[in-house]
C-alpha cells in the first residue's frame, strides 16, 4: 500500500484545521486504525503551527503539506519559507503557553527531521502506521 498527498494550505493560523482535515479523509480512506490517525493528526498540526508561528511562507504564500503511506510507515512533512532559527524541541515551562510542538511530534513518532529545501526547510516526521 503505496500512496501519497500533497496539498497547499494557506500561511495563516487556520491552515492546521485545513492540514488536519485532510490528513484524516486521506487516512480512513486507508482503514488505518484509529490512535494511529490521532497520533498523526496531532503531529500535522504541530508541525503546521510551528511553521505558521515561527517561519515565513513559501513563495506562493503557502505551505505545502504532504504525507506518504510506505511499507507499514507513515511519514508527514511541511515545508515553509524558512526562519532565522532551527526548529527543535525546547524546554517549556510548565506553565507555558507555547513551546511544547516538537516536543509532542518526538513522542508520538520513531523521530523527525530537518531538511534545507531551496530558500526554505522541510520538517518531517515518522510514524509507524501499522
Known amino acids: 500500500m503505496d500512496c501519497a498527498e500533497q496539498v497547499r494550505v494557506p500561511f495563516v493560523p487556520s491552515a492546521a484545521r485545513t492540514a488536519r482535515y485532510r490528513l484524516s479523509s486521506f487516512l480512513t480512506e ?22 505558521v508561528r515561527h517561519a515565513t511562507p513559501q513563495d506562493d504564500g503557502e505551505l505545502g503539506v504532504s504525507w506518504a503511506l510506505e511499507r507499514g510507515d507513515l511519514v508527514i512533512a511541511v515545508e515553509d519559507g524558512g526562519s532565522n532559527q532551527r526548529p527543535q524541541v525546547m524546554a517549556a515551562n510548565v506553565s507555558a503557553e507555547a513551546g511544547r510542538g516538537l516536543s509532542i511530534v518526538s513522542v508520538l513518532t520513531r ?3 530537518v531538511e534545507p529545501r531551496g530558500h526554505g526547510v522541510r520538517v518531517s516526521a515518522l510514524l509507524d502506521a501499522g
Open 111 to 113: 523521530r523527525w527531521w
Open 30 to 51: 486507508q482503514h488505518l486504525a484509529q490512535p494511529v490517525v490521532d497520533d498523526a493528526l496531532v503531529v500535522v498540526s504541530e508541525l503546521v503551527t510551528n511553521a
